[in-house]
Nanobody, 115 residues
Framework: QVQLVESGGGLVQPGGSLRLSCVSS????????MGWYRQAPGKQRELVAH???????NYADSVKGRFTISRDNAKNTIYLQMNNLKPEDTAVYYC?????????WGQGTQVTVSS
């Protein structure tokens, strides 16, 4: 059974930083491109960043230059370093394959950016 478990969210002031982690089990992690997604209240879930099986990464325009996605295949883990956070970054953040598998969505981790 595949499990993706996100962690690292929290409450942070505008301009602050957070580092999210996503640990996977039940899949051969290194075979897949992976992504970080987010869903804000009242909005559809969107792809924020994705990383290939290697290290090529791509970002949504809204986070480019502020967020960095990385992966450690030995630990079956991907990360999202988020700097210069803005209130509009407030959302539940999820990881999944890219493109995503419906059955792989986890609980996500809440990120709230507020003063």
């Amino acid at each position: 059974q595949v499990q993706l478990v996100e962690s690292g969210g929290g409450l942070v002031q505008p301009g602050g930083s957070l580092r999210l982690s996503c640990v996977s089990s039940g899949i051969i992690f290194s075979r897949y491109a992976m992504g970080w997604y987010r869903q804000a209240p009242g909005k559809q879930r969107e792809l924020v960043a994705h990383i290939t099986r290697g290290t090529f990464a791509n970002y949504a325009d809204s986070v480019k230059g502020r967020f960095t996605i990385s992966r450690d295949n030995a630990k079956n883990t991907i990360y999202l370093q988020m700097n210069n956070l803005k209130p509009e970054d407030t959302a539940v953040y999820y990881c999944n394959k890219e493109p995503p598998e419906h059955d792989y969505w986890g609980q996500g981790t809440q990120v709230t950016v507020s003063s």
